[in-house]
């Protein structure tokens, strides 16, 4: 199936809330300053809001309730929760509604305080009992999610060869990147031995190739083209977007190795007009050091199986030639259980031209690819930057 | 009734047995089990499977799933392809590496675990004894 549909939409005002490990606060509380920043970069109040979007905040009825704290009266509302890659979806949804005459300013938000909480656990979330997850995935014993990622680790060692230090340069490269950004929660310094001494959590997985758990997150504003342009802001044009889910569980996951990555990508970049070649700055979901080479072979960005030489001499690390996850990413600067929004953040940054220390230079297209749950979903934005 | 799908999967298991699903219409072999067969809505029936297979992937657990496991610390879970060609995640009964598992021949053993439960796990064919 390939989409026929052509985005009109732009980001128009981007922030982080809070990051790091924030102390007396609430998600409602950092959604609404993240927004309210967000707006202010782009000369637009709450009251210019009709269209909200969020995931991952515990109520069913998400949007809604994010929509009455921040006072906003929504026209279009998506609760849309495809775990870290949701908000690359949101994007998809916002252009869609936005095109359709059915919102004119959609603002996505996200915000989770789960290191204050401390709420995330190795034992996974509590389902029903009648799910997969329950009867047929608990009573092995695997950890979640990394149980799942350590198995597509595993075997993509085994498959192609991929050794541990080269997973390894996928979080020393974050890491050098983390140094140039001020707000990155761990700053100090990470070699390939640190990571393979670390503690293993998952094997073939240790503690260093694991994300962060840090408090954290972000808002964006989407409004037309046309409207964008009369907005004092840099707006960053949607180019092109794409999405896919394979499976939940990773016991019904068709292929360890073989991503929902491909067809995402393959959609984004085929409404874009784009292939990987033109993308100058790429924002990948880093939950996991393998989820990364995962998505760069499956993204198009190297052949399948070669993600791990990819990466290898310091092609990923900041002066080298593929610039990748440039804030420090999950791994070193900030994961608030959900990345996907701030992969976004990130890359409008880049395209402005406002990433000091870490700017990539002449930076037009990036890349933002979310990856949700257990190599679950993948939602893939093009975006560039329309001066 | 939350299990209402899995009961005819946990009897075998108290027996000793381990089953799959098979559509009656179609013939497709199914696991997990559902109400109706995913690939042309036909009605599943169960059929015993002889448990052997191939690791697909494999990793070790440093830490506990779960608290009852707390004593098995470390253990290791593997994505298993039965040869009837359907694949279990289930506890794996070795001492090698998740890198040395992988693609090796395996099969089934039925065992109460430490809830209890009588769970599938896998062994290595080839091991000694």
């Not at chain 1, 890659?85 to 996200?110: K, M, N, R």
């Not at chain 2, 992937?57 to 496991?69: D, Q, Y």
Request: charged residues 20%; hydrophobic residues 40%.
């Amino acid at each position: 199936m390939s989409a026929t549909h052509v985005p009109d939409t732009a980001i128009v005002g981007v922030a982080e809330s809070e990051l790091g490990a924030v102390r007396d606060q609430h998600a409602l509380r950092m959604m609404a300053q993240a927004a309210a920043a967000a707006l202010a970069e782009a000369g637009l109040r709450l009251t210019d809001v009709d269209g909200v979007m969020t995931a991952g905040f515990p109520t069913d009825t998400a949007a809604v309730d994010v929509a009455e704290y921040l006072g906003i009266r929504p026209t279009f509302m998506s609760s849309t929760d495809t775990g870290g890659s949701s908000f690359e979806l949101h994007v998809a949804e916002a252009d869609l509604a936005i095109g359709a005459g059915l919102c004119s300013t959609v603002l996505i938000v996200y915000a989770s305080t789960q290191r204050q909480d401390r709420s995330r656990s190795l034992d996974g979330p509590t389902e029903p009992d009648f799910t997969f997850a329950a009867q047929y995935e608990r009573p092995s014993g695997l950890l979640w999610p990394v149980g799942a990622y350590a198995l597509a680790a595993a075997r993509h060692m085994h498959e192609f060869g991929t050794t541990r230090e080269q997973l390894a340069e996928v979080a020393v490269a974050a890491r050098a990147w983390a140094q140039r950004n001020p707000k990155a929660f761990r700053r100090e310094p990470l070699t390939v031995d640190d990571v393979l001494s670390s503690p293993p959590v998952s094997s073939p997985l240790t503690v260093a190739d694991c994300c962060l758990v840090t408090d954290g997150g972000g808002a964006v504003v989407m409004t037309s083209r046309e409207r964008a342009a009369t907005l004092r802001c840099r707006p960053v044009d949607v180019l092109g977007f794409g999405a896919h889910s394979t499976h939940a569980n990773i016991v019904t996951a068709p292929d360890l190795v073989r991503t929902s990555a491909r067809a995402s990508g393959r959609q984004a970049f085929a409404m874009a007009g784009l292939s990987p070649a033109d993308v100058d700055v790429a924002e990948i979901y880093d939950s996991f050091t393998i989820t990364v080479l995962l998505s760069l072979e499956d993204l198009g960005f190297c052949e399948k199986g070669e993600g791990g030489s990819f990466v290898s001499g310091g092609r990923i690390r900041p002066d080298g030639d593929f610039p990748l996850n440039t804030s420090g990413g999950g791994l070193s600067y900030c994961h608030p259980g959900r990345l996907g929004l701030l992969l976004l953040v990130e890359a409008v940054r880049q395209l402005r031209g406002e990433a000091g220390d870490r700017q990539v230079p002449g930076a037009r297209t990036a890349l933002c690819h979310g990856t949700g749950g257990v190599l679950s979903t993948s939602a893939t934005v093009l975006l560039g930057s329309s001066t | 009734v939350s299990d209402v799908d899995a009961r005819p999967y946990r009897e075998a298991l108290e027996r000793g047995e381990l089953v799959i699903q098979r559509c009656e219409a179609c013939g497709t072999l199914q696991f997990p089990p559902r109400v109706i067969c995913v690939a042309c809505g036909g009605t599943p029936g169960w059929t015993a499977v002889g448990g052997r297979g191939r690791v697909y992937a494999a990793t070790i657990c440093h830490r506990p799933g779960a608290p009852w496991l707390a004593d098995d610390v470390p253990y290791m879970v593997a994505l298993v392809d039965l040869d009837e060609g359907v694949r279990l995640l289930a506890r794996m009964h070795c001492e090698c590496s998740e890198l040395e598992v992988i693609g090796r021949p395996v099969r089934a053993v039925v065992a109460r675990d430490a809830r209890g439960e009588p769970t599938v796990g896998f062994e290595l064919e080839d091991a000694a004894g």
